[in-house]
């Protein structure tokens, strides 16, 4: 299979090739020339559905890529990481409500960005070997706060592979960021930028887009690529537990194959609920995808008006759900490029215009069956007060950025009237958000005989145990770890200077 650049349709790679090219040359992304066809017909073997159909799906896409080896990679590397059985368990709702969660953060960083990056170092190696290059890549990534870990994770002790993770300096939780800086592999590196996400994405992207210091690289064997869902095989993996929790339900007698099922996704770069677009596609019965934006509401206002206005939302709001805390959402272009029946040209106009003036605009079909979406946007009162009531309610722990997603399904009802059954994506683990799980639970618990919090404040450890005091619940390993480690501390500065750096620490350290 070939895969195509979003902004000049002539430009073709196979696709094994994307998925270590990072962007096309001129700064488009790369996507499947076709969308074939999965069937949900099918019976049940003894593994869990995501180890059974994961091979399946992705020679769909890759089918030079060898069965048996896709197998084997699934059953021994996604067991061996995540510590549930079912690697991405589907858990109903308390309440008959015709709501399930889908639990995608039982691997190594305690988020969902574990299940494509546990698979995609393998699958770039794959790629490599199988295009007749050789030699080392480099891995650049932004993080809103879960790729970092899960890519400094996946690819820590690859051969011939260096990886480097920048996020916003007070942009993320204080988890998120102990997480990343325990990381003390030898071939990772981690910044700490003086900005927002935005800025270090569009970093990133510039160093991508940089064709003369790509070739100076080159140069010197070494290949870039970024393990942000700017890569395909993020997107192509990520497709998988689509159709895994809709062949859990069929299991269940929840639903019979070929009945809609609704989508709710916590939403900030557009990857995982453009991978429920890109199932549709392949043939799951989706109903709607209901995309759930925190205040920095940009997407929500997107579907509502077909305006794209980076400064009518600026700045970059800090949330109690920070991985959702962005404004340029760079997976968009991806679904723009299908709305527009693929105009490669049209979408590089677009995208031209969001970087000359920070704003596009394109006709939105009416809210109904012919648009996909459904928008809505929770603030951090509502997404606490979410948080409370749910566990309330159902004894549920959700962390701040599911809560976003079950406040924007309660929305969708009330505005639709629709109940088709939901799956919620859950995707992050509460315990990695303890200030707000806290301020959270709380609310409407007097009966607890607990500390002011105030009186914790700073003291991430006390934190975490009045949350699992509070909660009942265990404290996840990966988290007791880092009351073991001391972190490294991250390489401080403001784009420019972590340019520069990028640029010099490439050709070091191989």
Request: with cysteine.
């Amino acid at each position: 299979m070939q895969a195509l650049n979003t902004r000049d349709v002539s430009q073709t790679i196979p696709l094994a090739e994307a998925l270590f090219s990072g962007t096309a040359p001129n700064g488009g992304l790369w996507v499947p020339e076709t969308f074939p066809q999965f069937s949900l017909l099918r019976s049940k073997s003894a593994k869990p559905r995501f180890l059974e159909i994961g091979p399946e799906i992705l020679r769909l896409f890759l089918p030079e890529a060898p069965k048996e080896w896709l197998v084997e990679l699934f059953d021994r590397i996604y067991p061996t990481r995540f510590d549930h059985p079912e690697i991405t368990p589907l858990l109903e709702a308390g309440a008959p409500n015709r709501t399930f969660f889908l639990e995608l953060f039982h691997g190594p960083t305690l988020a969902f960005k574990d299940v494509a990056l546990t698979l995609l170092p393998h699958l770039m190696r794959y790629a490599l070997q199988k295009s007749g290059k050789t030699g080392r890549l480099l891995v650049l990534t932004a993080t809103s706060g879960d790729t970092g870990k899960a890519g400094l994770s996946a690819f820590r002790m690859i051969p011939d592979t260096q990886i480097f993770v920048l996020y916003p300096e007070g942009g993320i939780s204080s988890i998120q960021r102990e997480m990343m800086l325990e990381e003390k592999a030898p071939n990772t590196r981690v910044f700490s930028l003086k900005g927002d996400f935005d800025d270090a994405q569009h970093l990133v992207k510039s160093l991508m887009a940089d064709k003369v210091w790509r070739e100076d690289l080159h140069q010197r064997g070494i290949g870039l690529s970024t393990a942000n869902s700017i890569n395909l095989g993020r997107i192509l993996i990520q497709v998988i537990y689509y159709f895994s929790s809709y062949l859990e339900l069929v299991d269940r007698r929840c639903l019979q194959p070929g009945d809609p099922v609704n989508y709710c996704v916590p939403t900030g770069n557009f990857g995982n609920i453009l991978a429920g677009y890109y199932a549709s596609r392949m043939g799951l019965p989706v109903g709607r995808l209901i995309c759930a934006s925190n205040q920095n509401r940009i997407l929500s206002d997107f579907f509502h008006t077909g305006v794209y206005d980076l400064a009518a939302h600026r700045p970059v709001l800090k949330t109690s759900s920070p991985s959702m805390d962005i404004l340029i959402s760079s997976n968009l272009e991806r679904w723009i490029f299908e709305k527009l029946d693929r105009e490669g040209r049209k979408t590089a106009e677009l995208m031209a215009a969001l970087t000359q003036s920070g704003r596009f605009s394109i006709t939105l079909p009416a809210e109904n069956a012919e648009n996909p979406f459904f928008s809505a946007t929770c603030d951090d009162p509502q997404c606490l007060e979410t948080i409370g009531a749910t566990f309330r309610k159902e004894t549920l722990l959700i962390d701040p950025h599911t809560a976003v997603a079950v406040n924007a399904l309660s929305q969708y009802r009330k505005a639709t009237g629709d109940d088709t059954l939901c799956v919620v994506h859950s995707t992050a683990s509460p315990f990695k958000f303890p200030e707000a799980m806290i301020r959270a639970l709380e609310q409407g618990r007097k009966s607890y005989d607990m500390q002011s919090y105030d009186s914790i404040s700073g003291n991430e450890d006390m934190r975490l145990d009045l949350l699992c005091e509070i909660s009942g619940r265990k404290l996840p390993e990966a988290i007791k770890r880092l009351r073991q480690e001391t972190g490294r501390e991250p390489e401080s500065g403001y784009p420019e200077e972590i340019t520069r750096r990028i640029r010099r620490y490439a050709f070091e350290r191989w």
